[in-house]
């Protein structure tokens, strides 16, 4: 896990707040330089975290102040699943909070808009986009990307409890869905994830479980890229267990639609700690190339 460095000297942090389309409101953070002209002041990238994560953690910031530096508006924010909210939240919501942050980019000029999400936020833009197509949008750059969240990744979770994960994965659904029949579905359940040598567990109401992690989930980027128009770029990564390059190049293949699907995985971990550089010159590079395609 990374950790939070103070925001450079030349970089303009400042908080905002935007609605969701229902009307809740939510804050974040507009990443800016002030040591260059605004080269690109009608772009805009829209920064969303990983996995309980928030607005500047996770290797958010360092990846947003490259771009802050070649002249781009970046907006990182926090949505109804950040933090312990994902304890709580409905993967089947989280497109009101993208609709909310894109408009206040509009609303501050920008013209191009980029949506940039990392990990479990990869999976909530391809799920915005391709549900939407919205016209707003000119590209989308998918980080750390998961194929399906849904049941094959969580499967591999149970592997920490069970010699057999399937059987065990599917005994923990039917108990959420019998906890929601019977009207019990705010009721806390205990999701086993291997860390390391040991195993954490991830509270979650019966409800948001099954809405990020049972079959018929929403929650799988593979289901929802196919619909996707604009430009889209993978990065993948080669230091994690349980994302792979494998996944992001399966990504890529069901992206039919897409102008320019472009791939490029770096060498670093989930969070891209010491190549958040790199990812942000690719990101520039692609979004250069997306303006041609």
């Known amino acids: 896990m990374p950790t939070t460095e103070p925001t450079p000297a030349d970089i303009t942090l400042e908080s905002m707040t935007y609605t969701a389309e229902d009307g809740q409101a939510f804050d974040g953070f507009e990443i800016t330089s002030d040591h260059v002209e605004m080269e690109h002041p009608d772009t805009g990238i829209l920064f969303l975290h990983?996995?309980?994560?928030?607005?500047?953690?996770?290797?958010?910031?360092?990846?947003?102040?490259?771009?802050?530096?070649?002249?781009?508006?970046?907006?990182?924010?926090?949505k109804r699943n950040s933090g312990k909210g994902y304890e709580t939240s409905n993967f089947d919501e989280l497109d009101r909070d993208i609709a909310?942050?894109?408009d206040w980019l509009r609303d501050q000029g920008c013209s191009e808009i980029i949506l940039w999400g990392r990990s479990l936020a990869a999976t909530e833009v391809a799920y915005y986009q391709g549900k939407r197509n919205d016209p707003d949008?000119?590209?989308?750059?998918?980080?750390?990307?998961?194929?399906?969240?849904?049941e094959r990744s969580t499967k591999n979770y149970f592997e920490a409890v069970s010699d057999d994960?399937?059987?065990?994965?599917?005994?923990?659904?039917?108990?959420?869905?019998e906890l929601v029949a019977s009207g019990h579905g705010?009721?806390?359940?205990?999701?086993?994830?291997?860390?390391?040598?040991?195993i954490e567990y991830i509270p979650m109401t019966a409800e948001s479980f099954l809405s990020y992690r049972s079959p018929e989930s929403n929650?799988?980027?593979?289901?929802?890229?196919?619909?996707?128009?604009?430009?889209?770029?993978?990065?993948?990564?080669?230091?994690?267990r349980n994302v792979t390059p494998d996944e992001a190049r399966e990504i890529a293949d069901a992206s039919r639609q897409s102008s320019l699907v472009e791939v490029h995985p770096i060498e670093a971990d989930h969070f891209f700690t010491g190549a958040e550089h790199e990812v942000a010159g690719v990101t520039a590079d692609f979004i250069r190339r997306a303006r041609e395609s």
């Open 50 to 78: 990983g996995l309980r994560g928030f607005a500047l953690g996770g290797g958010i910031a360092p990846v947003a102040h490259p771009l802050a530096r070649n002249g781009m508006r970046c907006l990182t924010v926090n």
């Open 186 to 198: 705010n009721e806390l359940v205990a999701l086993p994830r291997p860390v390391d040598d040991g």
């Open 100 to 102: 909310g942050a894109i």
């Open 137 to 150: 949008v000119d590209a989308v750059v998918l980080a750390a990307p998961f194929a399906d969240i849904r």
């Open 165 to 177: 994960s399937s059987a065990a994965y599917e005994a923990f659904v039917a108990d959420a869905e």
């Open 219 to 240: 929650c799988a980027t593979i289901d929802w890229v196919g619909d996707i128009s604009v430009p889209i770029l993978l990065l993948p990564h080669a230091a994690d």
